[in-house]
């Protein structure tokens, strides 16, 4: 397709590279997978709706360590290294409040009581709203979130203290990253449709990108609204949104593409820039999860378990982008994706089946 935001092509499926199931594990009928997040290479984060959190051994798929649920979802985990330690620090948002727990205790099976310490960052009072997602900056200072209510926030690691912005979406944000090398800047999503690009320390939006109006532009006529459900930086500030209404939008002007590595970082971070991006639609069903392995290689996820990875190719004038799926797969047991990490060679997608059970399916590139 080719629209104003300059050419992007869709090619067909190539059999260049291929992902191989390694694993599938299943948990407790009560317990459905709603957070992943991959520690040091060899260990997984598994969080639940019932507020369990588990770390997988990925060698032996075992169950290593364990937080008992305080009945509230996990929706969003954060591993953080810490020296000594082969265990990762979790940070895990549940309901209102984010915990922090050690996992390298010699409790195999600790309770919320034993969270090392926890951070308030929604008031009581204000019933309706919780924690949809958070984000660590790259050095390792802040987290950000994002609520149910579209509020957007700055938990302050040092001190505990959280900032409530007064910049925000007008409804739920569900997904919120920190920009490379820019450590007071946030990209944040929200069911408005709206990529918000937010200078934390100034509290002041510095660009932003309304998707409802491209929602249509290739002729289609989708019934689901374009509701950003999924979202991901690369290392090099491309920045990957996936729609409700099953397209793909790619903003590349914020950073260094490939085939300009070269490039002197920018004075202002341009990756909501229309003139640098492009929207393809690439699924008949929501987008619910996105992710880089590298800033030339996505793997996307529908709601119900299509994952397809794609080779993306950037033209010398930063303008058009060709977008190679080249790898394939239908869930066969999930019914509901709700979480997708990726590293360099592997990929992890999470949900539960028709049972309710939860499962969790591990991908090696082969």
């Known amino acids: 397709m080719s629209s104003d935001l300059g050419q992007t092509t869709l090619v067909a499926p190539h059999p260049e590279a291929s992902f191989v199931l390694l694993h599938s594990l299943t948990t407790p009928s009560t317990w459905q997978i709603t957070a992943l997040a991959f520690g040091h290479a060899g260990h997984l984060y598994a969080g639940s709706d019932n507020g369990d959190l588990r770390v997988y051994d990925l060698s032996s798929f075992k169950v290593l360590r364990a937080v008992k649920g305080n009945g509230s979802m996990v929706s969003s985990i954060v591993c953080v290294k810490r020296p000594g330690s082969e265990f990762r620090d979790a940070w895990i948002a549940s309901g209102k409040q984010i915990f922090r727990f050690l996992m390298d205790t010699p409790k195999l099976i600790q309770t919320y009581d034993d969270a090392l310490d926890f951070v308030d960052v929604i008031p009581a009072d204000e019933n309706e709203d919780e924690i949809e997602d958070l984000a660590l900056n790259w050095e390792k ?7 149910d209510s579209g509020s957007v926030g700055v ?3 040092s001190t505990r203290a959280v900032t409530k912005l ?3 979406h ?10 490379p090398e820019r450590p007071r800047e946030l990209v944040t999503g929200g069911c408005d449709a709206t990529l918000l690009h937010t200078d934390v320390v100034k509290d002041e939006v510095l660009s932003k990108q309304n998707l409802a109006a491209l929602s249509t532009q290739d002729g289609k006529v989708s019934m689901s609204p374009p509701f950003i459900m999924s979202l991901s930086v690369a290392p090099n500030g491309i920045v990957a949104a996936g729609t409700a209404d ?29 003139e640098q991006a492009s929207v393809v639609s690439i699924a008949e069903a929501p987008i619910v999860a996105v992710a880089f392995h590298s800033p030339s290689r996505l793997t996307v996820s529908t709601l119900k378990g299509a994952l397809t990875h794609f080779n993306l190719f950037y033209s010398s004038d930063g303008g058009n982008v060709i977008y190679q799926a080249i790898w394939h797969h239908q869930c066969e047991t999930m019914i509901k994706v709700n979480a997708l990490v990726v ?5 992890v997608v999470g949900g539960f089946d028709e049972t309710g059970k939860g499962v969790i399916d591990i991908w090696k590139l082969g």
């Open 155 to 157: 938990v302050d690691l």
């Open 170 to 179: 007008d409804v739920m944000c569900g997904s919120v990253e920190w920009i």
């Open 246 to 274: 099953g397209k793909l939008w790619l903003g590349f002007g914020g950073g260094k593409t490939p085939s300009a590595s070269k490039s002197r970082k920018k004075t202002k971070w341009g990756g909501l820039d229309l």
């Open 141 to 147: 200072t802040h987290l950000a979130y994002g609520t």
């Open 166 to 168: 007064k910049t925000k």
């Open 343 to 347: 590293d360099e060679k592997r990929l």
